[in-house]
Structures are given as C-alpha cells and as structure tokens.
C-alpha cells in the first residue's frame, strides 16, 4: 500500500500556502506545516489496518519540493524527538497523512504510523526539525479540547451569516414571449441583457380566481398578459453581490410553483421542476401541482455547488415558469434566494472543521461550540403544570428545541423552534435543545422528558426499585422480528435509604434515551412482552453507557417479563446466581416494577405491567463476557482468534449469516459481533477452529486431531462445558443445548460453554415436561442431559449415557463427576438455594400481588413438590424449593457410590501431630500429602499415592445360626413393649435362628431349626409369633448400609430397637393374632434371590452401641396353616479405620476411594500446621510493580509482549520460622490461590 497523500488543486494550494506563510512562525527556514489533526478517531478515515486511528496532515508549504527525512514529531515538549521521519519527499502543496496510532511504523512505502496518540482533551503537538531542538510547525499553548465529528486545522475563518439575496420583497422583471427570438440571452445578467423594456413589478406573480387558494400570496396579477397567450413566461430577479473579503459558503432556491420551471444563476441551470425536455419558448409544465401543496411550503433547492457563478456586482436569477397549458385557471411564480456568506478577511487560521478533510482542500474553519443547553428542571415525572425555562452560558448563542423526538436543526428551510421565552409543560413531553453560535460549531444536544402522571400513579410505591419508560405517544416496541428499534425514554428510581420506599415523586436516579425493541420466541407475544434496550445519547444514537442500580456501567439490557411458564418470577435471576455461585458468570439481574407508557396520553394506572428482571445482556465487556472485543479490523494474527461470542439458537432478527459448523447439531449464530458485522476472515476462522476442534472430539479414543496434532482439550475449555452441563441438569433445562446455548473464545483462547441464559422452563414450570425431578431427561422433546444429536458436543465429551462405562473420554468423566460434589458442597448445596430462593421471594413477595392483579390470566397455582398448606405465588415458591432438593438429592442417589472419603478432622490450622482418619464405603482409600491427585490420568493409582488402611466392610449381625428368643401370644396384654430394646425376655423360649414347622419332607425342612408347631397349632393359639435377636455393633457412626433380609411364610414385621423399620404382607395395625395378608408359594421362600431385602441404612441412627435387639412379628396366613417359617438376617457395611495418619508438617490432602474399576469424588483438605500459619508478624508485602516500563527489543524477541506480563508483589518472610503459604490467597485487586502454588514453603529471611 502505497502512502496516504493528497494534493490541492493548484489555486486552491497557492492560496492555503500564501496564507501559511503570513502566519507560521518558524524557528528555522521551514518548508512544512501541520495543516490539519484529528484527534477524535471515526472509522471515517481508517487507517491501513481498518482501524479508527487519529491522525496528523502534514504539506510542504515551501516553493519546491522538500524532504521529511530527519525531522521528527511530538507530543511532548520534553521528548521533541519523539517519532522520526523516514525518507519521504513531498512536492510543493504536496500533504501526507501520518496516523497517530501508536504503532511506529517508518517503512516510506507504507503508510506512516506515528508512536503516539492524539489527547483529545487538547495536548502539545510539534513538528521538530532535523537539529532535534527547533520547531518547525506546532501549537504554541497546544491544541484545544477536540470534538466528535470534526477536525482541527488551517482553514479560511470568518463569520458565516445568512444574506437574503433575493427575497419575497424584490422586484421581478417579467416578459410572456410570443417566440424564441430572445434565445437564451435572456438569462444573463446586466449589462449582458438589456432588459429595461421589461415590466417590473411586485412577486410573488400570477393569477388566481376570487377567493381561489392561491390568492393569499399573489402580489402582482399578470392574467392579462399571460392567460391564454403562453403557458411560460420569463421572469428576471436581478441583485447584487459584494465578493469583497466574503465568499458564498452555501446557497438555498425556495420557489413557490404553479406548475413547472427551470431557474438559472447568471446562465447556469441550478434548479428545476416539471419541465419538458427540451424547454421551448412555449413549453408547458408536465405536471400540475396541488393547490394545496403550493400554498403549504416552497420547493427548496441546495444550489450551493453553483454558488461559484455568484460575482461582485451584478448578477441575475433568471426563471421560466411554466402553467400545465396556457389557459390554464391559476398560476403563480414567487421565489427567495438565501445564501451563507462569509466574512474572509481574518485571512487563514487554526480552528475547527464540521467535516474532516483528509484528501480535500482544507475549507471553512469554525470556533468551539457554544455551551450545551441547560434546563430548569431535570428530566421527570410531574402532576402540576408549569414553565420550562433554558438557557445557555455561551453569549449571542440561540437556543432552538423539538418537542417531537427530532434532532433541533438551525439548517435554512428546516430551522426548529426558536426558543424566546418560558416553554409551558402540560402534557407528557419530550424538550430536545440545541445552542447555535454564527461562526461556531453546533452546540451539544441536551435532551429531557417529562411525564404527566394521572390516576393512583403519584402515590404508587414499592419497596422495588421502580422504572418507567415512555415512548412519547410513538406506539408499542417493534416486534422481536425487527431489526429497527423505537425511540423511548426511561426514568430509574430506586428506594430511598432511610424509608426502603420508592416513589415516583423522588428524582430519578437515572435517565437516559432509548432504543426499545420486543424480545423472545415463543414468548413474544405476551400481553406482558418482554423487551430488550439500548440506551442511547442525548444526541445521537450512540451508546450512552449507564449504571443503575449498582449494576457496572454498560448499554445493553433486557427487562425480562415472565408471564406464563415462571410463575414464581425467579427462575431465570435464581439459576444466573447459582452459575455465577460455581464461579461462571451469568447475567446479573434487579427486581423491578415496570410501568410502560406507549399511549403518550400521561403516565396512568393502565400503564402498571407489573414485576420484571432488570438485567445484563449478554455480550462483551470487563464485568460481563470478560473476553477482548473483537473489531472489524482484527483480520490477521493473534487479534483474529478471539473475541466471539455465538450460540446455538434461532437465528436473530433479519436472518444474518451464520456459521456452519460441523458437529455442532445445526448452524451457530454469530452474537458478539454479530452476523453482519464478522468479517469473511473472521468467519473462515472461527469455523475452521469449531471445525477442527470437532475433528479432535470425534477422534476416540485419543481425541487428537490428525492434521493438527491438537487435543480436543486444546481448543476446548472442557472445565467450562461441564459445568454449563451440570448448570442445564440442575433445573432439567428443556431446551438447554440447541436453543439460547451461548459459547464464547477469547484471544488465544479456548471455547467456552456458556453462559447460560433462558430458564423459564425447568425447574418444574408451567412448561411441563420439567415436572419430575428424579430423572435425567424431561419428558416429550426436552433437552437430553448426556447425548442429544441436536447439540452432539456435550454428549460426545461427557459420556452418551449416565453409564460411566459409556464414555468415551474417562478422564473428562471423572471431572465431571468430581465437579457434581464440588458443587454440592457449595454453589448447588440445598442451604444455598434456598438461601437464594428465600431472599428473593422476600424481596417480591409484595409486589407480586400488584402484578398477577395486573395479568389475571396467568395465576400462580403451585406445584407438585409444593407445601399442601400454601397457595398461589407462596405455593410456587415452595414448589420450586420443594422441586430442587429432590432434584439434587436424587442426583445424589445416582452419585452415592463416587461419593468422596470422609475426614476425621477438617483442613485449617491444627496442632502438631493431629490425628487424621480417612472412612468411605465405596473402596479402598488413596491420598496424597502435596495436593496431588491420587488418581492419574486413565485411572492409574499415582506412585504418589498412599493406601490408607481400613475401609468398608461386610459383618453379619444376624446370621442363620443366630439365636433368638420367641413367645406365641395368646392376648394382647403386651402390646407393644415386647419390642423394646429393654423388655424382659428372660422368660422366652430360646431358640435357633429359623423358627417354623413343615409337613415331613416338605421344602421348608431344611431352615426350620426350631420347630413351633405345639405353640402354633395348640388350640387357643394365634397366626403370629414374637421373636427377639440379640446383637451387638459399636461402630454406629460409619454405617454404610444395613440390610434386612428374611426366609418367610407368609409376612412379618420388623422393629428395631423398639421402632418399626420394615413390613412385609402385614398390616399396618398390628395386633397378638395378626395374619398376613397375602401367602407365597413355597419354592419363592426358598429361593434367595427372593428373599425380602430392606436397606435400613436411613435408620442406622437407631442402632446403639453395644446390645441392640431385632423384633419381629412373623405371621402365617391363617393360625390352622399347614406350614410355616421366619429366619431372619442382619448385615451391615461399615467403615474401619486402623492406625490414624500422624501430621507433621503442613499439607494438603487429597484422598478418593478405589475399588478397583471406578474411583470416587476427592475429599481435599489444607492443613497448616500452627507454627507455620502466615500472620502480620511474619510476612510482609515487600515490593510490588504495578506499571512495568514497556517492553524492549529483545524481550519482545523472547515473546513478551505485553507490560502487564512484567508485574509482581514480592512477599518476605520477617519471621525466625518457616511459614506455610498453603490456604492463603489474594482476595483483592489481585486474584491468586498459593493452594497449587509450585512453592508454598518460605523459609526465614527468604523472598518469594
């Protein structure tokens, strides 16, 4: 690319250098000048990279042509060579363009980037000589404070002010010709044409009939001369111009026309209208125009591009007006020339352009602009009327104001209201003012509405934060289809400090102009719409970047509804705070009160649409997607690889490209940027990456990609996507995956999952096929939580199934199971939740009653898991509290075999010598001492690994040579105490385990070992039997399970130190002769696998250490049965511990469970040891650098590119003892964790 150069035409270029030469002054025989800065970068000048750059003109304002070579350029005046000129040689008049960019680049062929930036705020600049001390061109006192829109720079100054050179009062000269004998001489000025024998008269001219429309603005009938003898007639309007030290910056043709003509300046064509082609002497119009239409406004023509023909002393606006035939009924021809004249004397100077210039001669310079407009109130909401005054600081300034949402205008023709006086506020109103100064810059636009509140809204409060958005009379918000947005303005209020109430009559705390637009699918169409906002300048529709309700500064928002699926109003901002719990951002969100004026008519109760979510779109920012922005110019390098964010989801509004991607389950959606604004580069990229990264995923089982060498893990956060997965399975997202999925890639990044975003629809909501928790998948065509061919990578990397055995990665697996009991223990623990779940329905409970008052339609109604007592919206929040725990604790169930070792002593500061037990029942336990993770990579035990010995295991309590003791009741005089663990037995019958009687050689013979049937059978006796087991167990604490099974004909039931514990075909009302309730063929009681089992393990807090008694109630259908059994057994898994682990040092532990194919979650605990905790005696913040210099050459060569790569805090111990680092972090301003730190240890005296 070749040089950014400009040339001026040669008189243009005479006249700018004769005048830099007058007032430059140089400090050495200079040949060059700075003729124009931009220190506000727009992309309306880019730079070589595509890239907003500020930039410097330099022109060589000598007699020949002369090099930059040497000189140099500065933005310092302590550093004069700061930036150095290559070999560069410019021709007399000749300029070149050097960006401002910071980049230092010197290749001549190439364009000139510059080491520095412009300071819009107004800064040193100088053109340096070769010598490195003089100044060749500069700002003394430096360049002012710069403006959006325009530059700085040479240019012709004077006033500019408006010159009526022909108006509605001069005289027109008129002819009707009757043949072309006058050809076109007419249209000359004096002395050229003669036109003294014309008639001279008032304008405008024409006729019209009595009382006819036109009328009013005829001042000179000319029926008589014109009607029915020509269609067209010749009209002279003859003025003068003094050129003197002026110039005709802009020109302006207003013509009152009925029905066609041609004007000419001075025999030039500037402006016509219904003409035929060609104009003849006799032409007539070719179109007849609306009474109406002429009397309404003039035709305004911009003739400035022919304004050039306008010369000192006289000239001429020559006109043919043509009627659409000669006899027509009415006519008229009137017409104002206005032209911008300025005064040229002040010669050439510094100042402002209204419009850059690189490449143009340098034109018009202005001042700064007068002072924004002030107001004497604030934007508010109103009950009284009254009187709005505005004023400005800036003197000679005019203020003009729009009350209709328009931009205030000063243009000739389109000038808005000017202000003169007080504005009187009646009605809800938007005031729009602009400061106009001759010879200065446009002032800023200052913008501020007022709502006139009627009905109960003036006494409305809420203990919410309230907002109210208006759209002035403009209607509804756009569809979610549109891509346009409707111009709205919103008031924030929140609650006053000392009362917790907001009103309406308080100030607002923010304001701001809008850009509104619905939002939603399926959603959208809801009486109570959702809506997302942009919010807006005073000025403009640019970004104003604000911050209400504490949220961090930003422009992008949404006001979420929830209407018909969220009854409770929480689902979405409750998930949002459980994702950004487990440390994944997710959209901050504020209740809020909305009131939505889109009538114009006041601010009334109609207007009330109830509860909303305020909350952060998402997109890129430091407080949301914390990942650099991508821009249309990152093209190349490393700049190329980051900064989208795209989702799997209905393609936005307008249709926009897409990325087809394979694997992905459908194409991706461009987000941030969006579809319209990646570029073709951008887009070839980020498909080959997801492309690529695919590739790797589908490899099985390495998961490298062949043509690359990269593991899937490479291009993929696989932490972030297990999380999104565990996010979705939480609440049973049904649509979670393949619609709303967010995905997000920074700079040299990886992909990540998420965030996570729409959660209307789980959580057991109206939706329905969320409404049981105790399964993996919703009903019907919900999300799949492992596999689903609609969003293949999350199944492709976790597993295809709940079956760890399935996966085909078991590592991933592994983590993804680790991560569930992370959760579980903090972000996703049930106190957690319904923590979370209290505090927001706390802040809402008041206001929902107000908003389902409003939508009656759509009343809550509960739920399945919701507390029998409660109704409505109470009733939905305990539903979904009730539907959370069972979805966890379920989850929990299908987890218990992986579920972590249990520690005998928590991590933290402890004693020399603590004593440390490690118990689980899934296996044998393994643990590391340095944070490492006992299990490696495929599963292998790491050699770092210790066995800790002890672990479950299986005793029989009750067994089948276990005795027992037995009684047949007669009567009920016991009642229930024979079940106590304290009843006095002594006076039982003792017995074998196996209690019964059989017909000779009948299957039960072999488990009866004591025979009953004199007790049973005798006569008098009951169906049931007492029977008492005796045990003893002392290791109650670590139960792990505790199985029940029995050998029975026909039912039983079981007690357990004096409490009911399992029934089997017996009644729930027991009594001495009770009977069981249904009889079992005599091979199922002997058959094992048959066998009655019950896991007492959710009672094992009954057991006692020491003696402990089983009771049973066995029963036979019927006291006459012809055969009859019990043998009860007991067995119990638990955990033992042999020797405990001594610590002597500080350490971090990290123990799992192994039975020899699936490892268990990891239990980590940090202990420092007491001597060695780190406190303010000990260790100091030594040294720290917070703005490292930047980086040199030959850093740069070793890859560090970036200043911040060169920060540190250096830590010293102070201390005579070694310290521990472990358990310690930095939890302000830096973010560190010394926990897998590669040194912990710091020895006395010694710096880290």
């Known amino acids: 690319m070749k040089p950014h150069f400009r040339r001026y035409s040669p008189l243009a270029a005479l006249i700018l250098l004769l005048a830099l030469l007058n007032i430059t002054k140089f400090s050495v025989n200079a040949n060059f000048s700075i003729t124009e800065i931009k220190a506000v970068a727009e992309l309306s000048f880019p730079d070589n990279d595509g890239k907003p750059s500020d930039w410097i003109e330099i022109t060589n304002t000598g007699d020949s042509s002369a090099s930059l070579e040497g000189h140099f350029l500065t933005n310092n005046a302590n550093d004069l060579t700061r930036w150095k000129f290559p070999a560069i040689n410019l021709r007399k008049g000749e300029s070149i363009i050097v960006f401002a960019s910071a980049k230092n680049r010197i290749n001549p062929d190439e364009p000139l980037h510059a080491s520095f930036t412009l300071d819009r705020k107004g800064d040193y600049l100088a053109l340096i000589a070769p010598d490195g001390l003089s100044v060749v061109s500069g700002f003394d006192d430096g360049y002012p404070e710069q403006y959006s829109g325009s530059s700085y720079g040479y240019g012709t100054s004077g006033l500019v002010n408006r010159e009526i050179l022909v108006s509605s009062e001069s005289k027109v000269k008129y002819k009707i010709p009757t043949d072309d004998s006058l050809g076109q001489s007419w249209l000359f000025a004096s002395p050229d044409f003669d036109d003294s024998t014309w008639t001279e008269v008032d304008h405008p001219v024409g006729f019209e009939s009595n009382g006819g429309t036109l009328e009013p603005l005829i001042k000179t009938n000319i029926s008589a001369d014109m009607k029915r003898v020509n269609a067209s007639g010749y009209f002279r309007f003859p003025f003068n111009f003094n050129a003197t030290d002026r110039r005709i910056v802009s020109a302006q043709l207003a013509v009152s026309i009925d029905d066609g003509y041609v004007a000419y300046l001075n025999g030039d064509k500037v402006s016509e209208l219904n003409v035929p082609i060609p104009v003849l002497f006799d032409s007539r119009a070719t179109a007849s125009r609306l009474d109406r239409l002429v009397v309404a406004a003039p035709q305004i023509e911009d003739v ?147 709502l006139k509140m009627s009905g109960s809204v003036p006494n409305f409060t809420s203990n919410l934060p309230i907002i109210v958005m208006s759209t002035l009379g403009k209607g509804a918000p756009p569809e979610s289809g549109s891509t346009a947005r409707k111009d709205a303005y919103i008031f924030f209020f929140e609650p006053d400090p000392e009362t917790g109430r907001t009103s309406l009559k308080q100030e607002p705390q923010v304001v701001t102009r809008s850009g509104i637009r619905k939002r939603g699918s399926s959603s959208s169409g809801w009486p109570k719409y959702g809506m997302s906002f942009e919010t807006w300048n005073e000025g403009d529709d640019l970004d104003n970047n604000i911050k209400p309700f504490g949220f961090a500064r930003e422009a992008d928002w949404i006001f979420n509804s929830r209407y018909q699926f969220d009854r409770a109003l929480i689902r979405n901002p409750l998930i949002y705070e459980i994702s950004r719990n487990a440390g994944r951002y997710a959209a901050r969100s504020k209740f809020v009160e909305l009131y939505n004026d889109v009538s114009g008519s006041g601010l009334n109760d109609a207007d009330y649409f109830g509860v909303y979510s305020l ?128 995905y997000h890639k920074d700079k040299l990044g990886k992909v990540n999952a998420g965030p ?36 293949p990578w999350f199944g492709n990397l976790i597993g295809p199934s709940s079956n760890p055995a399935s996966a085909h990665y078991p590592d991933v697996r592994q983590r993804h199971t680790d991560r569930w009991f992370e959760l579980r223990r903090t972000a996703f623990s049930t106190e957690n939740i319904h923590g979370i779940i209290d505090r927001m329905a706390g802040e809402i409970e008041e206001a929902q009653a107000r908003s389902f008052a409003k939508w009656t339609s759509v009343r809550p109604n509960g739920g399945t898991y919701a507390d029998r007592s409660l109704r409505g919206w109470e009733a939905e929040i305990s539903h979904i509290k009730g539907w959370m725990k069972t979805r966890v604790e379920w989850i929990d169930s299908q987890y218990a075999k992986y579920a972590p070792p249990e520690f005998s002593q928590p991590g933290g500061i402890v004693n020399d010598g603590v004593e440390l037990t490690m118990i ?62 304290d009843f006095d037995d002594s006076g039982w019958e003792v017995g074998k385990n196996g209690l019964g009687y059989e017909t000779p050689n009948g299957p039960l013979i072999p488990y009866v070992l004591t025979n009953t049937f004199e007790l049973m059978r005798s006569p008098g006796r009951a169906s049931s039997i007492y029977i008492r087991y005796e045990f003893d167990f002392e290791n109650i604490e670590n139960v792990n399970s505790l199985i029940l099974r029995a050998v029975i004909d026909d039912g039983f039931a079981a007690f357990l130190n004096g409490e009911r514990v399992a029934t089997f075909q017996a009644p729930d009302e027991l009594s001495y002769d009770s009977r069981a309730s249904g009889s079992r063929l005599d091979s199922l009681v ?46 119990v898994n638990h955990t033992v511990t042999s020797e405990p682990f001594i610590l002597g040092d500080s350490a971090v532990v990290t123990a799992r469970a192994y039975d020899g194919e699936l490892w268990s979650a990891p239990s980590k605990e940090t202990f420092v040891i007491v001597d060695a905790a780190i406190n303010d005696k000990n260790l100091v913040v030594s040294e720290f650098m917070y703005r490292p210099s930047q980086e040199t050459d030959e850093e740069e060569a070793l890859g560090y590119t970036d200043r911040d790569d060169f920060e540190f805090i250096e830590l010293l111990n ?23 730190a590669s040194k912990s240890i710091v020895q006395s005296g010694e710096r880290v």
């Open 756 to 791: 996570i975003w729409d959660f209307d629809r789980n959580m057991g909501s109206e939706d329905g096929r969320d409404a049981n928790p105790r399964t993996w998948d919703g009903s019907g065509d919900s999300s799949k939580t492992w596999y689903d061919g609609r969003y």
């Open 1214 to 1236: 102070i201390g005579n003892k070694p310290i521990s680092l472990l358990g310690s972090s930095f939890t302000d301003g830096v973010d560190f964790d010394f926990e897998n």
């Open 920 to 981: 689980s029942q899934n296996g044998q336990v393994y643990y590391t001492t340095d944070g490492s993770d006992p299990r490696l990579e495929g599963g292998v035990v790491s050699p770092k690994a210790i066995p800790f010995q002890g672990g479950p295991i299986d005793t029989e309590l009750i067994n089948a040579d276990s005795s027992c003791r037995y009684f047949v009741p007669s009567g009920d005089s016991l009642g229930l105490n024979w079940v106590k663990a």
């Open 304 to 450: 400035s591009s022919k304004a050039g023909v306008i010369k000192e002393g006289a000239n001429v606006l020559a006109v043919q007006a043509m009627n659409r035939s000669s006899g027509g009924s009415d006519f008229v021809i009137g017409v104002e020339l206005i032209a911008e004249v300025q005064d040229t004397s002040g010669g050439v100077q510094y100042g402002f352009f209204k419009e850059s210039t690189p490449g143009k001669p340098n034109g018009i310079i202005y001042n700064k602009p007068p002072d924004e407009v002030s107001f004497s109130k604030g934007s508010q909401l109103f009950e009284d009327n009254f009187e709005l005054t505005l004023s400005t600081e800036t003197p000679g300034a005019v203020i003009r104001y729009t009350t209709d949402l328009s931009l205030p205008s000063n243009e000739f023709g389109s000038e808005s209201e000017l202000y003169t006086g007080p504005i009187s506020i009646t009605s809800s109103t938007q005031i729009r003012a602009q400061a106009f100064l001759p010879g200065s810059l446009d002032g800023p636009v200052s913008t501020k509405t007022f």
């Open 615 to 742: 909350m952060e779109k998402i997109e890129t920012d430091p407080n949301r997607v914390e990942i650099d922005r991508l821009m249309p110019w990152d093209n190349e390098g490393d700049e190329l690889t980051g900064g989208y964010i795209f989702k799997r989801d209905r393609n936005d509004a307008g249709s926009p490209p897409t990325y087809s991607v394979r694997g992905a389950g459908g194409s991706l959606i461009p987000h941030d940027p969006g579809g319209r604004e990646v570029s073709a580069k951008q887009k070839t990229y980020i498909q080959n990456y997801l492309n690529d990264m695919n590739t790797a995923l589908l490899n099985r089982p390495s998961g490298i990609n062949p043509s690359t060498g990269l593991h899937f893990s490479d291009y993929m956060d696989v932490d972030s996507f297990i999380d999104h997965q565990w996010l979705n399975t939480l609440a049973m997202n049904v649509d979670w995956g393949r619609l709303s999925a967010y």
């Open 1086 to 1131: 002997i058959r094992e696998s048959s066998w009655p089992s019950f896991d007492l393990a959710s009672r094992k807090d009954l057991l006692k250490k020491g003696k402990n008694v089983l009771a049973i109630q066995a029963m036979n259908t019927s006291a006459g049965g012809s055969d009859f059994v019990f043998s009860g057994r007991l067995d």
